[in-house]
């Protein structure tokens, strides 16, 4: 199949994780795909890994303004349009405390989390309307619904998304422009240890503890879940879809 065939996609955080199997499943299903990312080298490797060739690489820190400009800019200036978006690009939080979280720490966070799918939509969207069709797949977290103690701005920026996919979904609604947000549970993905504190062996046995066996399904998520997930988002198959928050996440949420 070819879900995607002829279509333009710009997927943020492409170079690792969830982020790298969605670039490589929407190139797949027939997409031209910018893959973004802020590590130019990790970029290139999810290109060169990529089974289609309409692909390119941009190094974007999808906090800053100027690099988002571009990154659409550019995108629409190689393949002649825009039509989907996934915001993929993300930051963890290790256990701090709220007296101990630092401003630093905390706009660190919601820069990525939250403030990079404000900038995509404001310079993606000019796009989208004038073709009055687009499909925006936000990834937030379960952390966005389910909070747990010690990850307070990383919630906060989740709760951020979730809310900002929804406000988005109303307002670019009569532009046939639809918004949708994916929470994905604990992932099997680099960033996992980075929530945890310790030695590798304590982060072992804490991944386990507090993450695996936290899900009903008694398994980590899979980057490639959370993609089929976003091609779903992405494509026809969802096309009365708008608003929506689908946890992927073995139950974690219930």
Request: glycine residues 10%; hydrophobic residues 45%.
């Given at each position: 199949m070819s879900l995607l065939k002829g279509r333009t996609a710009i997927v943020t955080g492409a170079g690792s994780g969830m982020g790298k199997a969605i670039a490589?499943?929407?190139?797949?299903?027939?997409?031209?795909?910018?893959?973004?990312d802020i590590n130019d080298e990790s970029a290139k490797t999810t290109a060169d890994t990529a089974a289609h060739q309409r692909v390119q690489t941009i190094q974007a820190d999808v906090a800053s303004e100027s690099d988002v400009d571009s990154l659409v800019s550019k995108t629409v200036a190689a393949y002649g349009g825009l039509d989907i978006v996934v915001n993929c690009a993300g930051v963890p939080q290790s256990f701090t405390s709220i007296e101990e979280l630092t401003m630093e720490q905390w706009d660190a966070i919601m820069n990525v989390n939250s403030k990079s799918i404000f900038l995509m939509a404001k310079y993606a969207v000019p796009f989208m309307?004038?073709?009055?069709?687009?499909?925006?797949?936000?990834?937030?977290?379960?952390?966005?619904?389910?909070?747990?103690?010690?990850?307070?701005?990383?919630?906060?920026?989740?709760?951020?998304?979730?809310?900002?996919?929804?406000?988005?979904?109303?307002?670019?609604?009569?532009?046939?422009?639809?918004?949708?947000?994916?929470?994905?549970?604990?992932?099997?993905?680099?960033?996992?240890?980075?929530?945890?504190?310790?030695?590798?062996?304590?982060?072992?046995?804490?991944?386990?503890?507090?993450?695996?066996?936290?899900?009903?399904?008694?398994?980590?998520?899979?980057?490639?879940?959370?993609?089929?997930?976003?091609?779903?988002?992405?494509s026809d198959l969802s096309k009365i879809v708008t608003g929506e928050i689908l946890n992927i996440d073995g139950g974690r949420g219930i």
């Open positions: 490589h499943l929407f190139a797949k299903q027939g997409a031209n795909v910018t893959i973004a309307k004038k073709q009055k069709s687009g499909s925006i797949v936000n990834i937030a977290s379960i952390a966005g619904i389910r909070a747990r103690p010690g990850l307070n701005a990383y919630c906060a920026s989740k709760g951020a998304a979730i809310m900002l996919t929804k406000a988005l979904a109303l307002e670019l609604a009569p532009f046939q422009i639809r918004v949708n947000v994916i929470n994905p549970g604990p992932a099997n993905t680099p960033m996992i240890g980075q929530f945890l504190v310790g030695d590798e062996t304590d982060k072992e046995e804490g991944m386990k503890r507090i993450f695996q066996d936290s899900v009903p399904l008694g398994m980590l998520i899979e980057p490639e879940d959370i993609a089929q997930g976003a091609l779903y988002l992405a």
